[in-house]
């Protein structure tokens, strides 16, 4: 099958997907259809923009609102304020602000913010009144979009593209790209079952209606692209485009057009520089990687890197997509730009030839640009499940779990305290999650996940909230229902998901469907708390041939408890207890291991009581969780072991 008919094919099977995906759950469209006219002189650009917009919604639609993203790189803007004023609190004697942001907008001169401006805006060929609030645009429609409606809306706009600040921009100082285009257009903001989310630009997150884009980038002929999509004019551009390893056409025009096209997406990214290389390769059937970097001469490690960003994808893609569900887009492109990484579409920007980085934001087209939960909302749903995917990606391509450094450094250290509590208390993957929630306990600074993603107190909060406790939430579940069933539950997730913005509850479902439990009250406890976790071992005594173990819930977060009994002849046998509100226990996961379940752990009781069937003179130790991935904030006090003779 050649190219073109691959292409039709692939996007016959997104839009099945995406007609499937209203099924359960209704959900607006809007297909993009935008041309630019780019200056890199000014760094200006004006761009036309025609949005198909169909209400799939029950209800009349009096308003619309568009992201004005540019217009946060400002000074005096709120992302500018309250960056400054996070700064203003001092976690560990340093400022609690993004070392990314801290004032910088502040100090922006004319010719180097952001701005989006709209010049004209009209539904259906009628020209509608707008006004701005900052980075959000209000239109009162003249006529309301009724319900199982589609509208045309045509709007114009002129921006101007800040210096590098976050994200997005221009000139970035440390890598040398010249643009870096997210959050480029003006975006129509989701309305779905909660109504609009027109949420400003203050720091985080992002959410948007899926659909299909076809976008012309008109810029000077010297400048070499990546972005979201496929690059439907590759033949006329050539530079690898076309095939493998081809230059740059020459054209005698002052400036050529990038035709790129991307079908049931959310978003587009793009990115521009004269001196970028590009690698790509076809990497099975379906899909074609890219990476593209800005080029540095004689740096033979520095093209290390990058050459192997792409042998690195290529190597875990099946892993990818064994554990997660299949890669369905024709291509991704790895982009040298940004300020550290970020995700989009088929495309991220990375600042660095990283492979955590790569990793992590590769990952973000399952946890992110497919199943497309509100990040604002649930920002611990899409770094978080990113997070917890990097790590066993991570695992895979280089063989060693997360624990492994720690172990490492203890063996070259033995007498090093620190390295031998790390090692004694942390799991043996998602090891930078546990130790982050920990420091997060300690700290005092904890908020519930269910807060918004730009209203965290402290930036400090929001990171390991989001992104640690939210990789704990998928490791622990392993941990409650078996890491098996886990497995099953985020492939199923994915399988019924996809392309149909999730939230917390829609994965709960899924996860109590999956494993046969009833799991809400984890939810509650570890989403909408900040209780912790606290097991203790409060008594071992022997009683008549028999042994008495009395365990102690001291945190105020219930859980089922694994109880690993080792005897002296090396034996050992894992009790699991049940926590009644679970109506069920895990299967064993251990092949091999003696498992028991006990009678259930009623949430109520401070207490439990297990008696064995052997004299305690038979036993050496006895272990609270010996996985270490129940989040136990103590662990001091869950071994016992017999003294010895």
């Given at each position: 099958?050649?190219?073109?008919?691959?292409?039709?094919?692939?996007?016959?099977?997104?839009?099945?997907?995406?007609?499937?995906?209203q099924t359960n759950r209704w959900q607006q469209q809007a297909n993009y259809t935008m041309s630019i006219d780019m200056d890199v002189q000014t760094n200006r650009f004006t761009g036309k923009q025609r949005i198909e917009y169909f209400n799939n919604s029950p209800d009349k639609l009096n308003r619309l609102f568009?992201?004005?993203?540019?217009?946060?790189?400002?000074?005096?803007?709120?992302?500018?304020?309250?960056?400054?004023?996070?700064?203003?609190?001092?976690?560990?004697?340093?400022?609690?602000?993004?070392?990314?942001?801290?004032?910088?907008?502040?100090?922006?001169?004319?010719?180097?913010?952001?701005?989006?401006?709209?010049?004209?805006?009209?539904?259906?060929?009628?020209?509608?009144?707008?006004?701005?609030?900052?980075?959000?645009?209000?239109?009162?429609?003249?006529?309301?979009?009724?319900?199982?409606?589609?509208?045309?809306?045509?709007?114009?706009?002129?921006?101007?593209?800040?210096?590098?600040?976050?994200?997005?921009?221009?000139?970035?100082?440390?890598?040398?790209?010249?643009?870096?285009?997210?959050?480029?257009?003006?975006?129509?903001?989701?309305?779905?079952?909660?109504?609009?989310?027109?949420?400003?630009?203050?720091?985080?997150?992002?959410y948007g209606i899926w659909g299909n884009f076809d976008v012309s980038i008109n810029i000077d002929k010297n400048y070499k692209l990546g972005g979201t999509g496929v690059l439907v004019n590759a033949q006329e551009i050539g530079w690898g485009y076309d095939r493998p390893g081809t230059a740059l056409k020459d054209?005698?025009?002052?400036?050529?057009?990038?035709?790129?096209?991307?079908?049931?997406?959310?978003?587009?990214?793009?990115?521009?520089?004269?001196?970028?290389?590009?690698?790509?390769?076809?990497?099975?059937?379906?899909?074609?990687?890219?990476?593209?970097?800005?080029?540095?001469?004689?740096?033979?490690?520095?093209?290390?890197?990058?050459?192997?960003?792409?042998?690195?994808?290529?190597?875990?893609?099946?892993?990818?997509?064994?554990?997660?569900?299949?890669?369905?887009?024709?291509?991704?492109?790895?982009?040298?730009?940004?300020?550290?990484?970020?995700?989009?579409?088929?495309?991220?920007?990375?600042?660095?030839?990283?492979?955590?980085?790569?990793?992590?934001?590769?990952?973000?087209?399952?946890?992110?640009?497919?199943?497309?939960?509100?990040?604002?909302?649930?920002?611990?749903?899409?770094?978080?499940?990113?997070?917890?995917?990097?790590?066993?990606?991570?695992?895979?391509?280089?063989?060693?779990?997360?624990?492994?450094?720690?172990?490492?450094?203890?063996?070259?250290?033995?007498?090093?305290?620190?390295?031998?509590?790390?090692?004694?208390?942390?799991?043996?993957?998602?090891?930078?999650?546990?130790?982050?929630?920990?420091?997060?306990?300690?700290?005092?600074?904890?908020?519930?996940?269910?807060?918004?993603?730009?209203?965290?107190?402290?930036?400090?909060?929001?990171?390991?909230?989001?992104?640690?406790?939210?990789?704990?939430?998928?490791?622990?579940?392993?941990?409650?229902?078996?890491?098996?069933?886990?497995?099953?539950?985020?492939?199923?997730?994915?399988?019924?998901?996809?392309?149909?913005?999730?939230?917390?509850?829609?994965?709960?479902?899924?996860?109590?469907?999956?494993?046969?439990?009833?799991?809400?009250?984890?939810?509650?406890?570890?989403?909408?708390?900040?209780?912790?976790?606290?097991?203790?071992?409060?008594?071992?005594?022997?009683?008549?041939?028999?042994?008495?173990?009395?365990?102690?819930?001291?945190?105020?977060?219930?859980?089922?408890?694994?109880?690993?009994?080792?005897?002296?002849?090396?034996?050992?046998?894992?009790?699991?207890?049940?926590?009644?509100?679970?109506?069920?226990?895990?299967?064993?996961?251990?092949?091999?291991?003696?498992?028991?379940?006990?009678?259930?752990?009623?949430?109520?009781?401070?207490?439990?009581?297990?008696?064995?069937?052997?004299?305690?003179?038979?036993?050496?130790?006895?272990?609270?969780?010996?996985?270490?991935?129940?989040?136990?904030?103590?662990?001091?006090?869950?071994i016992w072991e017999a003294p010895a003779p």
């Open positions: 099958m050649n190219l073109k008919n691959n292409f039709l094919l692939l996007v016959l099977v997104l839009c099945f997907d995406f007609l499937t995906a568009y992201h004005l993203y540019f217009n946060a790189f400002q000074p005096g803007s709120s992302m500018d304020v309250r960056s400054r004023e996070l700064g203003k609190t001092l976690i560990n004697n340093r400022p609690d602000w993004d070392t990314r942001v801290k004032d910088r907008i502040s100090k922006l001169t004319d010719d180097e913010i952001g701005y989006q401006k709209i010049k004209s805006l009209k539904v259906n060929g009628i020209a509608q009144p707008f006004q701005y609030h900052e980075t959000i645009l209000e239109v009162n429609l003249r006529r309301a979009i009724l319900p199982k409606s589609k509208v045309i809306i045509d709007l114009e706009f002129e921006a101007q593209v800040p210096l590098q600040i976050r994200r997005s921009g221009r000139d970035n100082p440390s890598t040398g790209v010249r643009y870096s285009m997210s959050q480029w257009y003006p975006k129509l903001c989701e309305y779905d079952y909660e109504g609009w989310h027109p949420t400003p630009y203050v720091a985080r997150e992002f054209i005698n025009r002052a400036k050529r057009i990038w035709h790129f096209v991307g079908k049931n997406i959310h978003d587009f990214v793009w990115a521009a520089d004269p001196d970028y290389n590009h690698l790509s390769k076809k990497v099975n059937d379906r899909t074609t990687l890219h990476v593209i970097y800005k080029y540095k001469p004689d740096n033979a490690a520095y093209e290390k890197g990058w050459q192997e960003v792409l042998t690195a994808a290529e190597k875990v893609l099946p892993f990818i997509e064994k554990h997660f569900g299949a890669y369905p887009y024709p291509q991704y492109s790895f982009i040298h730009g940004g300020d550290g990484g970020m995700e989009y579409p088929m495309a991220t920007l990375i600042h660095t030839s990283s492979l955590g980085t790569a990793f992590h934001e590769w990952m973000h087209s399952w946890y992110q640009m497919m199943l497309a939960t509100n990040e604002s909302e649930y920002p611990w749903m899409d770094e978080g499940f990113t997070s917890y995917a990097e790590d066993l990606v991570t695992k895979f391509y280089y063989g060693k779990s997360s624990l492994q450094p720690l172990r490492d450094s203890l063996a070259k250290h033995p007498n090093n305290e620190t390295y031998k509590k790390l090692v004694n208390t942390l799991p043996e993957d998602h090891t930078g999650a546990y130790n982050g929630y920990y420091r997060l306990v300690q700290s005092g600074l904890e908020e519930p996940l269910t807060t918004h993603a730009d209203h965290y107190n402290t930036n400090f909060a929001y990171s390991i909230a989001s992104y640690s406790k939210g990789e704990m939430f998928l490791e622990q579940l392993g941990y409650i229902v078996g890491a098996a069933v886990r497995d099953k539950i985020l492939l199923e997730y994915y399988k019924q998901w996809r392309f149909k913005h999730p939230n917390a509850n829609d994965f709960m479902v899924i996860a109590q469907q999956v494993s046969g439990l009833q799991l809400d009250w984890y939810k509650e406890y570890w989403v909408n708390t900040t209780k912790t976790i606290d097991y203790a071992i409060d008594s071992v005594l022997s009683d008549a041939g028999k042994t008495n173990i009395v365990l102690k819930r001291m945190g105020e977060m219930p859980m089922p408890v694994d109880l690993q009994v080792t005897y002296k002849d090396g034996s050992t046998v894992m009790h699991n207890i049940p926590l009644n509100l679970m109506f069920g226990a895990k299967k064993n996961e251990n092949n091999g291991e003696k498992f028991i379940v006990d009678e259930e752990w009623r949430w109520t009781h401070p207490e439990y009581k297990l008696t064995l069937d052997m004299d305690l003179s038979n036993i050496k130790k006895i272990e609270i969780d010996p996985s270490k991935r129940m989040a136990d904030v103590n662990r001091s006090n869950n």
